[in-house]
């Protein structure tokens, strides 16, 4: 029996998952601005007359920002926006009140776009690689892992700004604001060392997913953080999130 309910509920989280990849993929906005942006702004800074060094440098150590930005896109405008934006359409609330529902739901959000964060920076891998040479599998396998555990940091603060009560719109200027704060932050810590920018970064999450990817932070201790704070934001939104199913009214 208990094999039997094991079974039912893995068909029911892989079948939710395909659902939420598929729509995603066939998101057209999602692509422009996640894979087509950065791999034209990485082209462009790299042939453009101020950045002509930039084609002897190390690869990663170049395209590490573009990653750590998909990572932080993926995160708050996917897997975080898309949960909020269920959430207020009533979606959640007409199938997805009782405690097991959630735990499904969530397990499915989180495997779909898990996949499709990593198909994201495998397509900016294979269009952005030969710029700096041949491929090279094995740092393509470093990169991945590095990649999602940057991806995996973001959508454990993603999952606790989904408790916020925030609505559809609002959550939209919210992320996209804290984006805009984290790249200027980056871009203008990176500029000048000594600003109040390049302090603040200590406290970026931009800051941290860079680190990640360039190597200067390890592998294991980065997926150990990142897998330890998503378990946690897992367990704090699995006890803390509210739904009022749209017929209690009745």
Same mark, same amino acid.
């Given at each position: 029996?208990?094999?039997?309910?094991?079974?039912?509920?893995?068909?029911?989280?892989?079948?939710?998952?395909?659902?939420?990849?598929?729509?995603?993929?066939?998101?057209?906005?999602?692509? %422009?601005?996640?894979?087509?942006?950065?791999?034209? !702004?990485? /082209?462009?800074? &790299?042939? #453009? $007359? $101020?950045?002509?060094?930039?084609?002897?440098?190390? /690869?990663?150590?170049?395209?590490?920002?573009?990653?750590?930005?998909?990572?932080?896109?993926?995160?708050?405008?996917?897997?975080?926006?898309? %949960?909020?934006?269920?959430?207020?359409?009533?979606?959640?609330?007409?199938?997805?009140? $009782?405690? @097991?529902?959630?735990?499904?739901? %969530?397990?499915?959000?989180?495997? #779909?776009?898990?996949?499709?964060?990593?198909?994201?920076? @495998?397509?900016?891998?294979?269009?952005?690689?030969?710029?700096?040479?041949?491929?090279?599998?094995?740092?393509?396998?470093?990169?991945?892992?590095?990649?999602?555990?940057? /991806?995996?940091?973001?959508?454990?603060?993603?999952?606790?700004?989904? !408790?916020?009560? !925030?609505?559809?719109?609002? +959550?939209? @200027? %919210?992320?996209?604001?804290?984006?805009?704060?984290?790249?200027? &932050?980056?871009?203008?810590?990176?500029?000048?060392?000594? #600003?109040?920018?390049? $302090?603040?970064?200590?406290?970026?999450?931009?800051?941290? +997913?860079?680190?990640?990817?360039?190597? +200067?932070?390890?592998?294991? @201790?980065?997926?150990?953080?990142?897998?330890?704070?998503?378990?946690?934001?897992?367990?704090?939104?699995?006890?803390?999130?509210?739904?009022?199913?749209?017929?209690?009214?009745?």
């Amino acid at each position: 029996m208990s094999k039997t309910f094991a079974e039912h509920h893995t068909q029911r989280i892989l079948s939710i998952t395909y659902t939420l990849m598929k729509e995603q993929i066939n998101e057209p906005i999602a692509i %422009l601005w996640i894979i087509i942006s950065p791999s034209l !702004l990485f /082209y462009f800074l &790299c042939f #453009s $007359k $101020k950045s002509e060094s930039l084609v002897n440098h190390n /690869y990663i150590d170049s395209a590490s920002w573009f990653y750590s930005y998909m990572a932080s896109s993926i995160a708050l405008f996917g897997f975080s926006f898309y %949960l909020i934006g269920r959430r207020e359409s009533g979606f959640i609330r007409s199938f997805i009140f $009782k405690k @097991t529902s959630i735990s499904i739901y %969530l397990a499915s959000h989180i495997i #779909s776009y898990s996949t499709i964060s990593l198909f994201y920076a @495998t397509i900016f891998y294979l269009t952005s690689r030969p710029t700096f040479g041949a491929y090279v599998f094995e740092e393509y396998a470093d990169i991945l892992l590095r990649f999602y555990a940057s /991806y995996t940091f973001y959508s454990s603060l993603g999952l606790l700004l989904a !408790l916020a009560p !925030l609505r559809f719109s609002t +959550a939209n @200027t %919210l992320f996209s604001a804290v984006s805009f704060l984290m790249i200027s &932050c980056g871009y203008l810590g990176a500029s000048s060392p000594e #600003s109040i920018p390049a $302090k603040l970064n200590q406290i970026n999450p931009l800051y941290f +997913a860079q680190s990640i990817m360039t190597g +200067a932070l390890d592998i294991i @201790t980065a997926l150990t953080i990142s897998l330890t704070s998503l378990l946690i934001s897992c367990l704090i939104f699995y006890n803390n999130f509210r739904i009022n199913p749209v017929w209690s009214r009745y």
